[in-house]
């Protein structure tokens, strides 16, 4: 105990001896730090499965022909293609979704009130919940048979319950989407994946989950701004159907599942595409992607995202390089003094202990100044227009990370320079002095 | 060169650490510079646009239900046109800086293999209303400017007006005018090229690391079937750009109003605003990147700085000794300078081979252009001085080590 108490009594006094390199070594360490944690967060809120804790495998289909390379557009379809393969594969968790934005306003506010267009509104088939793991707070969902007839019901999330009623109450009240009427019969919890995966277009990081969910074949008549289709902007009527803005979306399929899900695709895709007679028709292939190769085909993660991992990781080790490289200068300065500790009893054990006690402070206190750094460059970030900025945040998780990494620097930045001063032989220093 | 390479291999920590901090600050340094100049370059390319401050872009026109027809946004064009102080008036499918709506495809001169990914504009008035500069050829005439398009125009023959990148990229060492183009061989349609342009950008630069920020053809006419247009309004020089926007927007809104989608406003943006706003996110990261090259030089001077001091001091006896034995203060200076540029060498040639692996292997993996040579003399030619910035200080301290240091606790 009092050894211990003196290893400490010597490092802090090795510090305050060298006010200028501890200062040194504890801002070029933060700094490190500070970088590296924040570029490998941003990188981790991209990178991140946006579905976390389901034990299943969520899959899209992409329609691709035969020879052809991925494309991500190729898993958007026609609104009566996905339909068909939903249709036809009842006993599947699989659903047919089509996503936009639109203005959504409770059903008793005047027509042309002002109302912005930004409420996110998803048309799915009736097996949504299970393909994507929603929870429902009161009421129900809408059934195949709404499917069906295209029945105007809509489940709408807590959140926009809130903003239209001013209460979450809202079963049996009605919501004008774009201009047609929906009546509500259900709630939903805020399903909030970490990324709005199933409409990513090109690094586009849509925000603003699915608020107002309504039965696939109510979008009848709905005008919405969609993303991800082939043509610009437009509706869910007759005269867009040749539109493709509908993705198949399944969930936890096994092998035979998957084979049939994709026998059907094929079948329906070469039926829906036939060309006039004496033009040989295009073969199709269609092929199953995670949600992670989806992401990965959609350039989730930007090409400079990753270079910058690499830039900050090799800045955090020219960092500690440079750290270690002042700390082993100073220590070793300290020969003539350890050769006399160590001539008067100290053991090695006791002089590598102080060095690392000292290391490690340092870089204790770099990590302490590394957290606000890290803070500001979060902050920072989000003003920049980035157009993933609203994905960057503060999580503890990056806080424990930030700690172990501190830790894991001091170690790194301490060990060989506490060892170089413990093996010091003592005679040889007190004869050289 | 003896008695400078034998004390690096007495000690070989400190110089070992020297050499090590160099080649990663090398290695980082060349990379980061690189990266910032591609995230510079949409910055640099010139766009072609004449007074940007005097070009009102108006676009996120979107219609309900159908696309707008084209009789209509010509009655726009003419209400518009009818505006005092504006000189040009362009109905188009998409205009630079817009960056909702985007026309690309891959254009190969008819009976040639070369294809270059191209941004089309398609709309009527454009090189009057972007304020082009033709550097070959003619305009499109009234009539090329009245035709019909079907759809948005995109396959069909017609003319074409392109810049001078993309004509030395199809027809390189020839004369683009009167050649013909298409999008893709199987592509029917057929385009000649009756103009060529200087510049003019594209509006997808993506992560700004294509080469082909300046590929881009002008096709004449109003799109038909689309319901995204973008109108570019020009401004006479003498004009209030700012009370001729207020008057294009009541136009606009007066004809188009009732047929736009209700919650969506379109937007009435100076082109110089657009691309303001358009390259804020580039700028961010050429701050970033920039910051983070003056951070790894400032660490690496400190890092050499430091350790040179404390070679230095371990050295002080043998220095003098060796002023003893006649050596000047000049001797001594620039052997340690020699030494620092030899390790700094050294350092800075494992860091140029690391930087070049780097690269080699985010090309592979990524979509990043090959690091250019030039880069590597450059990154070389910046720490070699940086070394011996560091070093000039512990230098100069070791050069006045007075002889009788030597005699000394011998």
Known sequence: MARGRYAWHLAWRGMRRHPRTSAMVVVVMALGLASCMSVLAVFHALTADPVAGRHGETRTVMFRTKDEKPDPLRAVMQASLVQQVVDRLQDQTLAAVAYGTTRVQPATAPTDAAGDAETAVMFATSRIPAVFGIELLRGQWWTAADDHDGSPVAVIDVATAQRLFGTDNVLGKSIRIDDKRFRIIGVHANWAPALKFYAQNRKQYARGMAQVMAPFSAGDGVDMQMGQMSCPLGNMSDAWKQCSFSQLWAYDLDATQRQRLLQTATQVAQDFDKPPPGVTPVVYQPSLLTVREWLVLQHTVPDSVRAYVWVALAFLALCLLNAAGVLAARFLRRGAELGVRRALGASRRDVFFQHLIESGSLSAVAGAIALPLMLGAFALMRTQSIPYAALIRFHPGTFIALCAATVLTGLAVGVYPAWRAAVVPPALQVKQN | ?410
């Not at chain 2, 004449?220 to 020009?234: H, M, N, T």
């Open chain 2, 1 to 410: 060169m003896r008695h400078l390479l034998a004390p690096l291999f007495r000690h070989r920590l400190m110089p070992l650490l020297v050499v090590l901090q160099v080649a990663l600050a090398c290695a980082i340094a060349c990379n980061a510079l690189f990266l910032l100049q591609q995230r510079l370059k949409p910055m640099l390319v010139p766009d072609g646009i004449g007074q940007p401050n005097h070009l009102i872009i108006a676009s996120n026109i979107v219609s309900r239900g159908q696309p707008w027809e084209t009789s209509r946004m010509r009655d726009t064009e003419r209400a518009l046109r009818g505006v005092p102080g504006v000189t040009s008036v362009s109905v188009a499918g998409s205009l630079p800086m817009v960056l909702n709506a985007r026309m690309n495809g891959r254009v190969q001169g008819v009976g040639r293999d070369t294809r270059a990914d191209t941004a089309m504009y398609i709309g009527d008035h454009l090189v009057k209303t972007l304020g082009l500069h033709l550097v070959a050829g003619r305009d499109f005439t009234a009539e090329e400017d009245a035709v019909q398009n079907h759809g948005v125009g995109m396959h069909q023959d017609g003319p074409a007006i392109i810049t001078q990148s993309l004509a030395n990229r199809l027809f390189p060492g020839q004369k683009a005018l009167g050649q013909t183009l298409q999008l893709g061989d199987k592509d029917p349609a057929v385009r000649t090229v009756v103009g060529v342009v200087g510049h003019l950008m594209r509006n997808d630069f993506g992560d700004g690391s294509q080469r082909n920020l300046d590929n881009v053809m002008l096709f004449p006419g109003i799109p038909s079937s689309w319901s995204l247009p973008a109108i570019g309004v020009r401004v006479a020089p003498d004009a209030d750009p700012q009370q001729v926007r207020k008057q294009v927007e009541k136009v606009i809104q007066r004809m188009l109003g009732d047929g736009m989608v209700r919650g969506i406003d379109p937007s009435y943006d100076m082109y110089g605003t657009l691309r303001d706003e358009a390259l804020a996110q580039y700028r961010a990261s050429v701050w970033l990147l920039a910051g983070v090259c003056l951070i790894v030089l400032i660490v690496t001077l400190a890092g050499i700085m430091g350790l040179t001091a404390y070679w230095v001091q371990q050295r002080t006896r043998q220095i003098g000794i060796r002023r003893a034995l006649g050596a000047r203060r000049s001797d001594i200076l620039r052997y340690l300078q020699a030494e620092n540029l030899l390790l700094v060498g050294v350092g800075t040639l494992l860091g140029l081979i690391a930087a070049y692996a780097v690269n080699l292997w985010l090309m592979h993996h990524y979509e990043l252009p090959r690091l250019p040579w030039s880069y590597l003399p450059i990154g070389a030619a910046l720490l070699l001085v940086l070394g011996q910035l560091a070093v000039l200080s512990p230098a100069l301290r070791a050069s006045r080590v007075p002889p009788v240091v030597a005699t000394r606790s011998v």
